[in-house]
């Protein structure tokens, strides 16, 4: 079992920046890929951001590439998302996950943490 608790979030002005945090405890000897996910108030959680274990592999979702930049220190156990340039679209619930393959896919993460609420006001 791995636990994951992000925090970071907050109240943001548009054109703002957050760094979300995700601490990753338990089975952290497992190499797992890490994701970050986001659900809107009305909308479905969507992918956000993925890393690969080894920070070999990274990607980001076409609407916040440019802006968004995921990171991760496996010493720390925890995995970063480095939010710039924020818009009032951001605004959502941040979820991280763990897992063993690296995607975009939600169902690939069978771990996942509370989320924390990001804000961006106009």
């Known amino acids: 079992q791995v636990q994951l608790v992000e925090s970071g979030g907050g109240l943001v002005q548009a054109g703002g920046s957050l760094r979300l945090s995700c601490a990753a405890s338990?089975?952290?000897?497992?190499?797992?890929?890490m994701g970050w996910f986001r659900q809107a108030p009305g909308k479905e959680r969507e992918f956000v951001a993925a890393?690969?274990?080894?920070?070999?592999?990274?990607y980001v979702a076409d609407s916040v590439k440019g802006r968004f930049t995921i990171s991760r220190d496996n010493a720390k156990n925890t995995v970063y998302l480095q939010m710039n340039s924020l818009k009032p679209e951001d605004t959502a619930v941040y979820y991280c996950?763990?897992?063993?393959?690296?995607?975009?896919?939600?169902?690939?993460?069978?771990?996942w943490g509370q989320g924390t609420q990001v804000t961006v006001s106009s």
């Open positions: 890393i690969t274990w080894s920070s070999a592999s990274l």
């Open positions: 996950a763990a897992g063993p393959q690296y995607s975009g896919i939600q169902v690939e993460y069978p771990y």
């Open positions: 338990g089975r952290t000897s497992s190499r797992y890929a």
